[in-house]
């Protein structure tokens, strides 16, 4: 006599998959290349979300992939070394954005260099150890090897 069971499961069903497609739908895709004026892809940009903690980089043929948590529009921050920085509106998902980077002629009056120190390196951990000959005493044959460890 308990029919409504499988009624309430269905509905149930369908309400969860109602709420996975709107949260899929509030993903904008967004793909491109980054050209500069003479149409050389530039590989090593930042592409930043402008109030999201999300970007990506070019690869080496300039080309760019990003999805972006909300809904349109969305502001993208393009920037490079040696290239003035635009800010661009995507309002839907777009595929194959060209963004044209132009050179920006500035000179640097100050460049720091940072590295880390001394303590740093030694905190640091890393796969690779870096033994000192003198601290390596020899063993000789590998059978004595075996008997030493027992």
């Known amino acids: 006599m308990k029919k409504p069971f499988p009624i309430r499961a269905f ?20 793909s491109g ?17 402008k109030d999201r903690v999300s970007g990506t980089t070019s690869n080496n043929k ?10 349109p529009p969305v502001f993208l921050s393009v920037s490079m070394i040696g290239y003035k920085s635009r800010e661009i509106k995507v309002g839907e998902s777009k595929i194959n954005l060209e963004i044209i980077l132009v050179e920006s002629i500035t000179t640097l009056d100050e460049i720091l260099v940072q590295s880390p120190s001394r303590v740093e390196e030694n905190i640091l951990q890393s796969p690779v150890s870096i033994e000192k000959y003198c601290s390596v005493t020899p063993m000789g044959l590998f059978r004595w090897m075996l008997k030493a460890s027992n």
């Open 11 to 30: 509905i149930t069903t369908m309400l969860l998959i109602v709420s996975l497609l709107d949260t899929q739908a509030q993903q904008t895709k967004i």
């Open 33 to 49: 290349k980054i050209t500069n004026e003479s149409k050389e892809a530039l590989s090593g940009a930042n592409i930043l979300v």
């Open 62 to 71: 300039g080309k760019f992939y990003l999805e972006v948590k909300g809904g």
